[in-house]
């Protein structure tokens, strides 16, 4: 469970987080999840899952188009074309002849008749609507195996995350270890520090006394000075990795708090073929392949149904109305027309190009369970790497914690017979030297024993603390 100074974080991009309760590595998870921006960009990869699905599942539906349009039309004519080819231009003057018959000379008499021809000039305005469905009854199988293509990538989305997930969550796990050792580190130099002084201490008394040389005095100080030199660098290191750690969770840098202590290291208790077993059954990757696989192997489908018909039928139903200039448009057009279409689509050669696509299909087919086998044995390789690295750092972490007991002793022992001034200060700054060597190889032993687990469980696939 997050801590109430977590649980109340400001909703920001990288939130500040400042908590006084010591956090475990299922509290780090939870907020790397959330914060991580890796994870979070794979999570926006699963939001086109919903999308994608059901636009597969439209193609097998009907497509239905509306349309409806306003036009107007203006039109002039300067030129005609004459009946022997050649273009005349308006306006023409026509004069004609007429004969009539006058009642008052009681006589036909002629007259001159003058019309005048302009150009031909106007505008006219279309309304016109229509529906249109058109709906695809056979394509071969292909609609089908695109479903289920869209059910896979979606799926193989979900693992994605899923496997960002894991992977962040081992991360996590890594960086903790590093920020607990690097604490223990800065315990460890600030010990020997306490050592130096000490040594410094006697050193001085011994001498007020005139059992040693001044000597003996200048080295202690300069083992004072090395010791702090080596706190103040352990100190930075936290710092560093704490930072680090921070960053992998994806919050403000500057965020504090303490950690929960991990598990000692301990005798192993993993049976390995059964390690193996969970490996194929907990990889997300391993998933992952064989989604991609089955999706390859639906394309191949997809291919094929190119060499089937298509069959489509359609009705559309339009109305219109044209009308002249001086008439509004209209949404209601009294012009009716219903249209119904069956059509069938088999195109028998076309080059070889589908089977260059079959042959391409195949071998991505091919290729991806190839991938997926080799991912299986290297899921196996990994997972026996990872059992015998652990069982090795094991039986060596043994070793390093009781030489460390033992220097430390050896210490104390030396500390008490330089205090009694039974030996040399170069024999007490051996052991301390000792001492410190046997120490740091423990935490290192410690480290990579975690480190070695956490690499078995991401081989695995679970966590198995």
């Known amino acids: ?213 001044q000597l003996d005095v200048l080295q202690a100080e300069i083992d004072v000075g090395t010791a702090e030199n080596d706190s103040s660098s352990a100190k930075r290191s936290l710092q560093a990795s704490r930072e680090s750690l921070n960053e992998l969770l994806g919050i403000d840098l500057t965020s504090s708090f303490p950690l929960e202590e991990i598990a000692a290291v301990g005798p192993l208790q993993f049976d390995l073929d059964a390690l193996v077993t969970a490996a194929y059954e907990n990889r997300t990757d391993l998933r992952m392949s064989e989604l991609s696989a089955g999706i390859a192997d639906d394309a191949v489908r997809v291919v094929y149904s190119s060499y089937l018909p298509t069959v489509t039928a359609g009705i559309t139903f339009s109305r219109s109305e044209q009308s002249g200039a001086s008439e509004a448009f209209t949404l209601s057009p009294r012009s009716r027309n219903t249209s119904y279409s ?23 087919r091919d290729q991806a369970r190839e991938s997926q086998r080799a991912l299986r044995l290297s899921i196996e390789k990994a997972v026996r790497d990872g059992y015998y690295n652990l069982q090795k750092v094991f039986d060596q972490s043994l070793v390093t914690e009781r030489n460390r007991d033992l220097a430390e002793k050896t210490l104390q022992l030396e500390r008490e017979r330089y205090r009694l001034g039974a030996t040399s200060q170069l024999n007490l700054r051996s052991a301390q030297l000792t001492y410190a060597q046997a120490e740091t190889q423990n935490l290192s032993k410690i480290l990579e024993y975690h480190s070695q687990l956490i690499a078995l469980e991401l081989a695995v696939g679970k966590r198995l603390r």
């Open 1 to 213: 469970m997050l801590c109430p100074a977590i649980l109340n974080a400001a909703e920001a991009e990288n939130p500040r987080i400042i908590s006084s309760v010591p956090l475990g590595l299922d509290s780090l998870r939870l907020i790397a999840r959330k914060y991580n921006p890796d994870v979070r960009q794979a999570a926006l990869d699963t939001k086109i899952n919903r999308i994608g699905k059901a636009s597969a599942v439209g193609a097998f539906l009907p497509t239905v188009t509306v349309g409806l349009q306003f036009s107007e039309n203006q039109y002039y004519y300067p030129t005609f074309l004459n009946p022997n080819g050649s273009v005349s231009t308006y306006p023409i003057i026509r004069t004609d002849t007429v004969a009539y018959w006058d009642s008052g000379s009681q006589q036909w008499l002629a007259r001159v008749d003058t019309t005048t021809l302009d150009a031909e000039e106007g505008k006219n305005r279309n309304s016109s609507m229509y529906l249109s469905l058109q709906e695809t009854i056979f394509q071969g199988g292909q609609r089908l195996f695109e479903l289920r293509q869209a059910l896979k990538q979606a799926e193989l989305n979900d693992a994605t995350l899923l496997n960002a997930q894991k992977t962040l969550d081992q991360a996590v796990a890594e960086y903790m270890v590093l920020v607990l050792i690097a604490e223990k580190t800065v315990t460890l130099t600030q010990k020997l520090l306490e050592q130096r002084k000490d040594a410094l201490e006697l050193a001085q008394a011994r001498f007020d006394v005139g059992t040693v040389t």
């Open 342 to 364: 069956l059509s069938a689509y088999w195109p028998l050669f076309d080059g070889l190009n589908r089977e260059r696509s079959v042959v391409s299909a195949r071998i991505a």
